[in-house]
């Protein structure tokens, strides 16, 4: 990564006064021999904030700026990023680029490169939206509020605590086959945790909410109902006896439940995994995968979903991608140099964290699709089992294997929900699995969530209704 002083162009903003520049770059590295060249321009601001009891005890304040560039030749590629943004600087990084590939910059003679298209800008009606966003004063109250609710509505709670992150992105996306886009993007998410103890029962729960392109969330948050929430399942599980191990049937609730399809399978049906060869779906489109009450769905389109975008970062618009139908996997999550080395056509998936990363194919919004049953009837459906509230943190093989903690349980007997248990780790591998979701609930939630991968850390959706899994690996005592 060079990390020399940035130049800016014509004050803040990545517009259409960068055309030149980019088009100079960009034709540059085509006359080289590059088969294609991309440009992602970025600035970014963000603001961090902790709350402990009746704290603030952190402000982390953040700002960005700098390019990424990637040459491809064939279905190989060379990447660089780097801070200075001025033309020497952009070519310098095209250099280092080039050579990755043993391709060198010389004088400019043909090179295929017509020009970019006109600017497609999503940025253009989201220009207030970082002055709309509450400001440090009014974050702090709203985060002090939550911990001060947490004390009034919770029981024997030793720990409390409330945080807050704003993080406002402007990108611009150039590249030598003629993309030319702009977009802001703005991602606001609020966590409260709870740590209840009473003697030697513990209990340690969390709640995470967020947002994309809604300015006035924190201000909107129901920060009472969330502390209420949070409190009575702390209030639940203090006393919680340990699940017993075993193989039993599971129903898993809405929401963040989603968050184990998201890790088993969906990063297993993005192309990174098929260029690797660690997904043993790498053959399986058209074959069955899973049970046929299983739909799964990633997309970038859901109004103020935390994965939801305007465009990808190589400028693609986004769509709706049916993964799975009826339990046949119909396609993958893919990039563009996913379609360069797989075949799969590009999805408008391609994501990076910054300009420090490449693109690559990532989820967005990744969710089981709803089905025709009620809640109740799937928990009715079991005579002992387990039924998973939260989920909580957990880890995840290369090829799917996974081990994921219920951070809030309950037991099923005769078909009723009875005593909380705690202990309980769902073990399992997502080819087994897969197949035995016979029963999807018709409540659908999204939860926001953060997923980390090849191209860093970016914001997603995790998603399902109610489902119903035949039989898990429940680990215990």
């Not at 402000?59 to 033309?87: H, I, Q, Y």
Request: charged share 20%; proline share 3%; net charge negative.
């Amino acid at each position: 990564m060079l990390a020399t002083p940035t130049t800016s162009l014509t004050g803040d903003s990545l517009d259409q006064r960068w055309r030149d520049r980019l088009e100079t770059v960009l034709a540059a590295g085509a006359a080289a021999g590059a088969s294609l060249v991309e440009v992602f321009l970025e600035s970014t601001d963000h603001i961090g904030l902790l709350a402990e009891q009746e704290r603030i005890t952190n402000v982390s304040p953040a700002f960005g700026r700098g390019a990424g560039l990637r040459v491809f030749l064939g279905d190989k590629d060379g990447f660089v990023s780097t801070n200075d943004l001025s033309e020497a600087g952009l070519l310098q990084a095209l250099d280092q680029a080039l050579g990755m590939l043993g391709l060198t910059r010389a004088n400019l003679g043909a090179h295929g490169f017509d020009g970019l298209a006109a600017l497609r800008d999503h940025g253009a009606s989201k220009e207030n939206w970082l002055r709309q966003c509450p400001g440090l004063d009014e974050s702090t109250a709203r985060l002090l509020e939550a911990t001060a609710l947490l004390d009034r509505h919770g029981d024997h709670l030793q720990a409390r605590r409330g945080s807050y992150a704003r993080d406002w992105q402007e990108v611009l996306v150039a590249a030598s086959d003629g993309t030319f886009a702009r977009d802001i993007r703005l991602h606001q998410s609020v966590g409260i945790n709870a740590l209840a103890a009473d003697g030697d029962h513990r209990a340690s729960l969390g709640r995470r909410y967020g947002s994309s392109g809604r300015p006035d969330d924190l201000r909107q948050w129901d920060a009472e109902a969330s502390a209420v929430d949070l409190c009575s399942s702390a209030r639940s599980m203090l006393y919680a006896d340990y699940v017993e191990a075993g193989n039993y049937p599971v129903v898993l609730a809405n929401r963040f439940g989603g968050v184990i399809f998201h890790e088993a399978c969906g990063h297993l049906l993005e192309t990174t995994q098929v260029e690797r060869g660690t997904t043993p779906f790498a053959d399986k489109v058209g074959d069955t995968i899973a049970h046929e009450a299983v739909t799964a769905v990633d997309e970038g389109l859901s109004d103020g979903a935390f994965g939801s975008l305007s465009m990808d970062d190589e400028g693609m618009e986004p769509q709706r991608t049916v993964l799975i139908e009826n339990g046949v996997l119909q396609r993958f999550i893919s990039d563009r140099a996913g379609e360069l080395r797989t075949g799969h056509a590009r999805t408008g998936s391609g994501r990076r964290q910054s300009h420090n990363f490449a693109a690559a194919s990532r989820m967005r919004n990744t969710f089981i699709a709803a089905g025709p049953h009620t809640p109740e009837q799937l928990i009715g459906s079991v005579d002992r089992g387990l039924y998973c509230k939260s989920m909580g943190g957990g880890s995840v093989g290369p090829t799917g294997q996974f081990n994921f903690a219920v951070e809030e349980g309950y037991l099923i007997e005769d078909g009723q929900l009875t005593k909380p248990v705690k202990g309980a780790t769902l073990i399992g591998e997502a080819k087994e699995v897969m197949p035995r979701i016979s029963m999807c609930a018709n409540d659908l939630e999204l939860a926001a969530g953060f997923c980390g991968s090849v191209s860093g850390s970016i914001f997603v959706t995790v998603g399902q209704p109610h489902i119903k899994v035949d039989t898990i690996t429940v680990g215990g005592r």
